[in-house]
C-alpha cells in the first residue's frame, strides 16, 4: 500500500524557519513528480513546490520562491520542504503527494497528483 506521511509542521513566529519532510513507503521511487501542496482555511488547495523525478528539476510557486526549498533523499525515500522567512500568509495544511502518470508539471501542480499524505499544520504567527 501506497503511503506519504508528511512531519515537522508547528508553530513559529513570523520571519522564522520550518523544515517538512515526506516519509514514503509501500513502492519504490517510481512517482513522476513529488510535490508540497498546501491549503488555508477557506482557500483553494495551491501548489507549492515540487521536484521531477527524471532530472531532479524543481518548481515554485511564485509566492515561495526565494524563501523555501524542495529537496529529496532518495536513500531515505524522503522529501524535504525548508521554508524560511515565514510569513503569515504560509499558514496553512501542507500536504505531500506524488505523480505516477508523466502529467505535464503546470498542469499537475493545479492538484491532479495521484497519491497524497494525510497533511500537516503549519501555523505562522505575526
Known amino acids: 500500500q501506497l503511503q506519504l506521511v508528511e512531519s515537522g509542521g508547528g508553530v513559529v513566529q513570523a520571519g522564522g524557519s520550518l523544515r517538512l519532510s515526506c516519509a514514503t513507503s509501500?513502492?519504490?521511487?517510481?512517482?513522476?513528480?513529488i510535490g508540497w501542496f498546501r491549503q488555508a482555511p477557506g482557500k483553494e488547495r495551491e501548489g507549492v513546490s515540487c521536484?521531477?523525478?527524471?532530472?531532479?528539476?524543481?518548481y515554485y510557486a511564485a509566492s515561495v520562491k526565494g524563501r523555501f526549498t524542495i529537496s529529496r533523499d532518495n536513500a531515505k525515500n524522503t522529501m524535504y520542504l525548508e521554508m524560511n522567512d515565514l510569513k503569515a500568509e504560509d499558514t496553512a495544511v501542507y500536504y505531500c503527494?506524488?505523480?505516477?502518470?508523466?502529467?505535464?508539471?503546470?498542469?499537475?501542480?493545479?492538484?491532479?497528483?495521484?497519491?497524497w499524505g494525510q497533511g500537516t499544520q503549519v501555523t505562522v504567527s505575526s
Open positions: 503527494a506524488t505523480e505516477v502518470q508523466g502529467k505535464p508539471i503546470i498542469a499537475a501542480m493545479r492538484g491532479d497528483f495521484d497519491y
Open positions: 509501500g513502492f519504490t521511487l517510481d512517482y513522476k513528480i
Open positions: 521536484i521531477v523525478s527524471a532530472d531532479g528539476s524543481t
